[in-house]
Each structure stands twice: as structure tokens, then as C-alpha cells.
């Protein structure tokens, strides 16, 4: 190696390189890498294992990969070393890959050396037959959510356990609280019971598949098309060809109509949260309303089968388009008047600020992306920053918020369903001529693609290394609860218990979406 | 208060007139499947071979679509030249028996009613708790729509509850996950007899996309003994609220009939 730029490989959103031109570095260098683009401003969007040789062999090597997101610039840094059975953790300085590492031991029985909190993320075998990072007992069943849980020990400390069957019609998950008295402590956050091995069924897909398409629709369902674009974009990377201009337009009206509903039903959620039922009432139907929209798009309410690789599955014919934007017209009125009424009322505002603060410092150390890091006034945005193709919003654009608390987390979505509204009506009313899909040639062999998409709860990644056949050989999904989930447990610090709905619902963070 | 109100009025009545009237669903909605064996082509398999979880099948020329394992991707119609497999904009599409899911030249899936102890127990007020065991959180937010005031629920006396000790009935969502299913099993122990079992979306019937897959379940079914099966990939909530009326027999009259 003659220096470090030699091994400098970087690539825009919806980048491909040969994995030839990815060598696998020393560890040193790579951890250097790693750590020095951190401390400059980097991210890291994605860290993850792939066996070598694949699959699965007990004796195999691990190759590590990074993609590295510096928004600044716009660029992608990829890395890649090669371990085996064990690996020097970085987490203790670099605290937002923690959970990659306890992911990559977890799911290859590899075992991350000096990890503070080295403990299963999902609870589920490792995909090496035999390897198990903590040496547990095969024959053993795992319990998922019995992990040694931090605890507070004292006089008056108590422990709340919640989960994984909450009162409601939600996601199971298990909270557990070290309280004392009404104050929280700390909350650890134990999930996996949704786990569903979306990554290894992705193996080997095809890119025309129903299967593969319906897999990545339903990572998380309240975000088909933020995955399903992400998945689009990785196929198309990887087969060379992007998009018709039109598809990627139609995308983009069904990228916003997503947001558009997420983020009015979580505004109504903070309503009800606490007790303002007009918006509450109001914001639960306009949620619907948009919902409506998206199936006069595609048939169905969630976006299935509008995102395809290649293009999308509908096109929005001049009869549609009309149909969409009278509706549009009516229901952005009904959306104001609801976010207006709630923001107006000084005891909703009383209940929102100064709750489950988190600073921007603790924001950026843990990798929080999207709604949570916007609110924490951290300036990111795929859209801006990583724009996948000529569709780009403009950095001032990007909706802050300075406070880090429930307030701001409501403002930031508040200013984006603003931009939505007026982002669908252009893009719909501007509509490029053309086709809506375009057939994909076969998959380069030996490649990695990488792909970004600004979901309504933030940065959502795929990555997709092929083998020599141009097979998918690993497909890695990282949704932005994955990075979120931490954000809230520190938010929770020093907060009473009673304020855990509200603050969980600021975030509103994908169980599926984490558990795969 | 004074702000609220002009907002409140502005905002206007939105609960929709069903039962009374049908809902009116979007051009492209894929509801229920009409299959005309006559336009077949012999030895034809295209829509067999365009769904990758073999919903559909041709038997001695006779195609049949089982809807516990279809997610309504509409691959099979587009398969299709011959105009053979279509999707209408149908929603009712609920059955209390597995079998009766798969549709035939002709058929269609029906719900009947609860029988006469469990409709007098069940038919004016009806506890459901939900348990998501590996969905993916488009079922649960189309079951929690059911709940805004747009299909209000409550006006036909079922609600959701907190607890499985309230509970006349749980709805399952999701192939049930490995880790889910110990969770799932203890929901449904703690609630007291008789009680129903709704298996809502194509994952919670048959699996859905993840069927076969060594983390979950491929449905409900295996687990617990099922009452009602509501098809989608999520069912509309005028699919469900359709499937969970039948059941209580709460259908106007009319409405049942033209179903036949």
C-alpha cells in the first residue's frame, strides 16, 4: 500500500463499484478510517459482516464493510477488512456503531473485543452453524428479551418491566425502567420479537421478483416506499441503469404522500397523548385521507406495488392526476386547520416543551438520523444532501428544530408536511413525459451498491453485495429506527415515567423496521 | 375553546354512511377475484408461475385462487393474456373457514354468522385484543383506523382493549414470529372462554411474504383455532369491518343478499 488515498474508495447515493476495487485493509487502517472520517463529521449509515467465503461456511473469514455518510460533501466513503473470530470493538469511541457491532457478532457469532454493552440485538441463532458470540448452549431455546438488563441498585429504586404485549394495537417490544419514584433512570430497550429474517430471505432474490419487492415493502409497512424506493435504487445500481424520469418523479409524489400521512398521524398521536382530542379526531382521518390518495396512485392504501426496480407499477394519467390534486386541495386545508388548532393552544404547548430533551451533542454521538436529529437542530436530509437523482430539495430547506424536546420533534414535521404539500403538488403538476419503467440487464457480478432514501422517520439504507454470478450474496437493510431506538431510551433520562407515551410518540420508531 | 370550534364545524360530520350504503374504493383497488375458466388457454400456466406463493392454481382446467395466501399484488392478472384473472373492487372478502378462501369460477368467499349462544354473548358487544406477532405494522395501522371517526367502531359496540382479561376475542397479525409465539400463546390463555380467534392480513393466514421462512410461523392457523380469516396485504378496514359485521350478523339485510 503506497497511502491511504489509494484505498479511498467513495461513491455517490445510488452508487456501484466492483468489489475488486474494495480490497479488504488491514484492520488498523480501517479502524483509523473509520474513526478519523467520525471525528470530521462522518457517519456511519451502515457497518456490516459478510461471510467469505459465502455462505455460511463454520471456518469462514468475515469481511466488515462500512459506508460512511459525509453529508457535507455528499459522498459515501465504502470500507472493507477482513476478521475472524473476534474484532476490536470501536464503540466506546465511537458510540453509534454499537449497535452494528453487537449486530455483526449476532449474526455471526463473532465476538466484538471490549464492547461495553455486548449483548444480542434480535435473539435469534447466529447464521453460522455452530458460532455463537457468547457461547451459549445450542440445544438451549432462546427467550428472547432475557438479556442481562443494566440495573440500578438503592433504596427506593425500583424496576418497571413493559412489554412485549402493550395495551394497544402496536408493535411488541419490552421497556424496562430503573425508576426512582415517578423519575426514570435509565430504560433499556429490548426488541426482536418481530424479527422475521427479511435479510437472508433477500439472498439469492431476484430483482424482477414479487417476493423480494413484497419483502422489502413490508420491512416496515408504514414505510413501503421509503424501502421499496431504497431497494429500486440498489437493483438499478447494481444493473446500471436509473429510472425514467417520470417513474422517479411518481416515486417521489409517493415518498411524500408517505410522510404526508405519518406525519399527520403522529401529530395527532402527540394529541391524544396529551388529551387534545379535536386534533386528535381530526389528524386519525386526514391520516386516512392520505392514505386514500396513495391508493388512488396504486390501488393500495400503503404504496404495495407502486416501487418497482426499474421504475414504478402506475402511472399517474392525466384523469388520476386531476383526481389527486382536488383531493389534495381540500384535505391540505383540513390538514392546517388541525395543526394550527393544536401548536395554538398554550396547555398542549405547556405539555410538549422541555419534555424528553435530548442535546445535539448526544444526537450526534449515538448517529441519530432524521425527524429525532433534525429536532436535536442537526442539519441532515437525504433529500438534500444524498439526492438519488436530479431530485434534490435545497439545504435550506431541510426543516430544523433547535430544542431536542417533544416540541420540536412536532415542529420538524409540522415545517415537513408544510414542504410535502407544496412537494407533491409540483411534482405532480410538472410530471415528465415518458415511460414509468425501464427493464433492468442483468446484475454486475462482484459488486456492491449502496442506496439512500430520506424515509418519513429519516435516512433509510440498502446495500447489496452480488456474487460472482451476480446472485445477492448479502443484502443489508438498515432502517433509521436501528439508529433512533438508543436516542429514545436517552431521552427518557431524568423524565417522569407518566411522560414515556408522549415521548415514545415524538420518536414513533419502527419495531419491524429494527427486528427485520 | 373559541378557536376550536369554528375548526370543529369547518372540520365537519365524517363518519361514513356505511352499512347503509357500500363504500365507493379507488378505481385501482384490488379486492375480490373473478376467475372465467372459459377464457382459459389449454396447458396454460402463466398465472400459476407469476405468483411466487402459489395462491393460484389450474386443476384439470379449472383455476382456483386461495386468498389466505394471495397479497393482492395483481402479478397473476397481469400474467394473464387471456383476460381470465381479474381483480374487482370488491372488498368483502372475509371467511370463518380456511377453505372457504379459495375462490373458484363462480364462488366467493362468504362469512356466516356466529351461532346463536355465541351471537347473543358477542352480537351488540364485542372486546378484541390485538396481538402483532411479526406484522409489519401496515395490518395494525389499518385495524387502528377502524377506531378514528371516520369507521367508529364503537358505534356497532366492538372496541379494542387493553387487556386480554377483557377480551371477548383476539386478532392476530403477522406469520407469528418464533419470538412471538410464547408472547401470543400467554395473550391468549389469560382470556377468559368462549373466545374468538381473527387472523387479519396475509401474513397472520398464511405466512404472507414470509412464509417459509425459518423465523416464522406461516400463519396463525397452526397455533390457535381460527374464527375468522380476513384476506389483504393489509385488508381494507371496510374488509375488515365487513368480516367482524358478518360474523355478529350485523349486516343489513340487503347487504347479505346482495353478497350471495
Known sequence: MTGHDVDRVVVRNGGCVPLASLPPVPWSVFADAMLGDVAAGARVAAYFGTPVPAPFAPDAMLDLFAVLARDDLGELRLLRTRVGERFPSLASRCPQVQMFEREIGEQYGVVAEGHPWFKPVRGHRSWRDGADAWGRNPDVPLVPGEIDYYRVEGDEVHEVAVGPVHAGIIEPGHFRFQCHGETVLHLEIALGYQHRGVERMMTGSDADGTRARQLVETVAGDTTIGHATAHALVREALAGVAAPARAAALRSVALELERLANHVGDIGGLATDVGFLPTS???????????????????????????????????????????????????????????????????????????????????????????????????????????????????????????????????????????????????????????IHTPLPAAAAGSLAVALVEGWRGEIVHVAVTDAGGDIARYKIVDPSFHNWSGLAMALRGEQISDFPLINKSFNLSYCGFDL | MLKIIPERLRQGHRTGPYPKKDPVLPERFQGLPVLDPALCREGCRSCVQACPYDAITVDAGTPALDLGKCTFCGGCAAACEDGAVTFTRDWRLASRTREGLVVRPGERPRVEALDRRLKKMFGRSLKLRQVSAGGCNACEADLNVLSTLVFDLGRFGIQFVASPRHADGIVVTGPVTAHMQSALLDTWAAMPQPRLVIASGACAIGGGPFRGSPETNSGVGDLLPVDLYIPGCPPHPYTVLDGLLGMLDRLPAQRRRSAD
Not at chain 1, 396513495?294 to 407502486?306: D, H, I, Q, S, V
Not at chain 1, 407499477?313 to 383531493?327: N, S, T, Y
Not at chain 1, 420533534?409 to 408536511?417: A, C, D, L
Open chain 1, 281 to 435: 379526531a381530526f389528524c386519525g382521518r386526514i391520516r386516512g385521507d392520505y392514505l386514500n390518495v396513495t391508493a388512488e396512485l396504486c390501488g393500495n392504501r400503503f404504496g404495495r406495488g407502486m416501487v418497482r426496480p426499474g421504475g414504478v407499477g402506475f402511472d399517474a394519467e392525466p384523469a388520476v392526476r386531476e383526481r389527486i390534486l382536488k383531493r389534495m386541495a381540500a384535505i391540505d386545508r383540513d390538514t392546517r386547520g388541525a395543526i394550527r388548532l393544536f401548536f395554538g393552544t398554550p396547555s398542549v404547548l405547556a405539555r410538549l416543551e422541555g419534555t424528553g430533551v435530548l442535546t445535539p451533542a448526544t444526537a450526534r454521538e449515538l448517529g441519530l438520523v432524521g425527524v429525532a436529529a433534525r429536532a436535536c437542530g442537526l442539519a441532515m436530509d437525504t433529500r438534500a444532501q444524498h439526492p438519488p437523482r436530479g431530485e434534490a430539495i435545497g439545504v435550506d430547506q431541510i426543516a430544523v428544530a433547535p430544542d431536542g424536546d417533544v416540541h420540536a420533534r412536532g415542529r420538524v414535521r409540522q415545517r415537513e408536511i408544510e414542504s410535502s404539500l407544496a412537494r407533491v403538488k409540483e411534482t405532480l403538476a410538472g410530471l415528465p413525459a415518458g415511460t
